[in-house]
């Protein structure tokens, strides 16, 4: 029997814990900020929001919101990133992405205060993870991280072939993966579209994580037998649905799931982990900035 593993259970236990260090904080005169700031109206990216701020109540977090026109100019962004950045009452705080095409979003990550970045995403912390010294992981790598530990799945000295070598999933994985530490200590191969024969390096490993942002690119002939598949994907096909789209991972769920021994799903897997590990970030800011000693799970 293939084991189904439940983002959403996992995310909401992760909530669950954090609301000790939330009480702590509070005990100590502090209640954690978090504020995301959206250029323009991509429809994905206002779900999103929307599913932060519900997230943000249930745990006791404050929840704020800056909108920007997407035709601003980016002065108009930097502005709303430096006023965040003067604000005592935000502990961490993104810029969701993607940015208008006239706006460079490495130049908008670099004026984020890197005590503040709860995505993990500016030099500074993205220098601090490779040497081994991360203060904020990622927020969808931690998530596969604690899905992965969640299913009692021991990394030591397992292949794990990625797929995708973006700077918010592929790479910071890898990274992490790579590292002397209990969740860590695993043998890791990054592939990407230039990669020649991607199934033979997904087919030899013993964990599979679809990060590519391609739907379905990654089926049952491309997973060895009793392999854990870890689907990273977020795809909005467009489909006959109320909604008018259907999400769709990286991986053929079925096909796959009938090789595994393990297996994310889409929704319900690693998207509710990506979630649950900005919260947790978020804590652990307001536990650094308030100089409050917090027990994160
Ligand atoms: N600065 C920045 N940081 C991000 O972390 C970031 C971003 N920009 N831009 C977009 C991507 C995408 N992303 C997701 C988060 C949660 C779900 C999620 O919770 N998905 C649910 C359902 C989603 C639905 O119903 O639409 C699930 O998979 O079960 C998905 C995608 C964060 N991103």
Redesign the pocket.
């Known amino acids: 029997m293939t084991e189904i593993i439940d983002?959403?259970a996992v995310a909401s236990e992760i909530r669950d814990d954090l609301t000790d260090a939330i009480e702590t904080l509070a005990e100590a005169g502090s209640r954690p900020g978090l504020a995301t700031v959206l250029m323009g109206d991509d429809p994905?990216?206002q779900?999103?929001v929307n599913?932060k701020q519900r997230d943000c109540e249930e745990v006791g977090i404050e929840s704020h919101h800056v909108d920007v026109d997407g035709d601003a100019d980016p002065e108009v962004l930097y502005d709303a990133i430096a006023d965040l950045n003067d604000d005592p009452e935000i502990h961490g705080y993104?810029?969701?992405?993607?940015v208008p095409d006239h706006v460079d979003y490495r130049e908008v990550i670099r004026r984020v205060d890197p005590a503040k970045d709860v995505?993990g995403?500016h030099p500074e912390n993205v220098g601090r993870l490779v040497a081994g010294d991360a203060r904020f992981r990622p927020?969808?790598p931690h998530g596969v991280q604690k899905l992965l530990e969640s299913a009692d799945i021991d990394l030591e000295g397992k292949d794990v072939t990625i797929v995708g070598r973006s700077d918010?999933v592929g790479k910071p994985l890898a990274n992490l993966l790579i590292q002397k530490a209990d969740d860590g200590n695993a043998t890791v191969t990054v592939c990407h579209s230039r990669t020649e024969d991607l199934a033979t390096k997904t087919r030899n490993a013993d964990i599979v994580v679809a990060a590519a942002g391609a739907p379905e690119l990654v089926d049952g002939s491309m997973i060895g037998d009793g392999a854990v598949v870890i689907d990273v994907g977020?795809n909005?096909v467009s489909a006959d649905t109320e909604k008018g789209y259907e999400?769709v991972g990286d991986v053929e769920f079925e096909s796959a799931k009938a090789k595994a021994s393990a297996i994310t799903p889409?929704?319900?897997?690693?998207?509710?982990m990506?979630?649950a590990m900005?919260l947790y970030n978020t804590v652990k800011a307001a536990g650094l900035q308030e100089d409050v000693a917090v027990d994160l799970p």
């Not at 993104?94 to 993607?98: E, K, T």
Request: charged share 10%.
């Open positions: 983002g959403n994905a990216s779900t999103y599913m993104i810029v969701q992405a993607p995505d995403f927020c969808t918010i977020v909005r999400l889409v929704p319900g897997g690693v998207g509710p990506t979630r900005l």
